[in-house]
């Protein structure tokens, strides 16, 4: 079957760096997003890979091992608004979005 | 950038009474749009793949007569929850699908309440 894992929940501190890993088992790989998402909205877009390597956007980047099924979402400098939840999405070989649960992110003054 | 309009934004309904929920790509056509349905602490799950001018493609479990989709044009497709009731109650996001990889842009969502 088809699985993405993703930590349920992380709590890092204002200012300070925190990285949410993915790692997935799919049909096929068409590439990896990761989206935001706060309480009762819709996920908007963050990032997304499909070579290995890193991505970098601001405080935002986003890492892919292709052969070890793996990726992560580094935020840096963290803001009390980047308190939400962190869904990793793969597109499988039918180019269908599989979801992770989704990582819930707490951010402490 | 696409945006995708999704309303209402929350309805609250009777028990056995019919809902409908509307998904517009307001800058772009979107031939395919998604229906999810989320609920609290938990991912996204899809309902159905709806493609315009022809049948939605519902995913295993969902059912088809109850939720009924409608894809009537490139920037409208329509998801209606008929004789709803409270397990019904859920938070429902479309998503259409555009050019471009990061071509995935969500509705607003649908806070649904059956009571």
């Known amino acids: 079957g088809q699985n993405i894992d993703q930590p349920t929940e992380m709590t890092a501190t204002e200012g300070a760096i925190v990285q949410i890993n993915c790692t997935y088992q799919?049909?096929?790989?068409?590439?990896l997003f990761w989206y935001q998402q706060h309480a009762g909205e819709a996920p908007t877009f963050l990032s997304y890979?499909?070579l290995d390597g890193l991505e970098e956007k601001g405080r935002f980047s986003s890492f892919l091992s292709r052969s070890k099924g793996y990726s992560y979402l580094l935020l840096k400098e963290l803001q009390m608004k980047d308190s939400a939840s962190y869904l990793c999405?793969?597109?499988?070989?039918?180019?269908?979005?599989?979801w992770g649960a989704g990582t819930k992110l707490i951010i402490k003054p | 950038g696409a945006v995708v309009s999704q309303h209402p934004s929350w309805v609250i309904c009777k028990s056995g009474t019919s809902v409908k929920i509307e998904c517009r790509s307001l800058?772009?056509?979107?031939?395919?749009m998604f229906w999810y349905r989320q609920f609290p602490k938990q991912s996204l799950m899809l309902m159905a793949t709806?493609?315009?001018?022809?049948?939605?493609?519902?995913e295993q479990g969902v059912e088809k007569d109850k939720f009924l989709i409608n894809h009537a044009s490139l920037t409208l497709s329509t998801l209606t929850v008929t004789s709803a009731h409270p397990e019904d109650s859920s938070f429902y996001i479309c998503?259409?699908?555009?050019?471009?990889?990061?071509?995935?842009?969500f509705g607003s969502g649908t806070r649904l309440t059956v009571v």
């Open positions: 999405a793969v597109l499988d070989s039918n180019y269908q979005l599989i």
């Open positions: 709806s493609n315009e001018g022809s049948k939605a493609t519902y």
């Open positions: 890979n499909v």
């Open positions: 800058d772009f056509q979107a031939t395919t």
């Open positions: 998503s259409a699908k555009r050019q471009g990889i990061d071509g995935y842009t």
């Open positions: 799919t049909s096929g790989f068409n590439g």
